[in-house]
């Protein structure tokens, strides 16, 4: 009985290990992809940025 509770005990520090590695993984590849959706965004603002500078342009165009 002692070995089998020594032996589900490494067990229980196995499953605590891979859970620890598991976190640090999921925050890993949590601020790689905040990091990403945030260049995205400012993609997003420039491009919409340039569209309205654009449609702006040929409404002044259009008024000629």
Do not use: C, F, H, P
């Amino acid at each position: 009985d002692a070995q089998e509770s020594r032996g589900l005990g490494d067990v229980y520090k196995r499953q605590a290990s891979y859970n620890s590695n598991s976190y640090k993984e999921l925050v890993y590849n949590y601020n790689i992809l905040k990091r990403d959706v945030e260049k995205l965004n400012n993609k997003y603002n420039e491009l919409s940025n340039y569209v309205g500078s654009m449609q702006e342009q040929i409404r002044r165009l259009r008024l000629n």
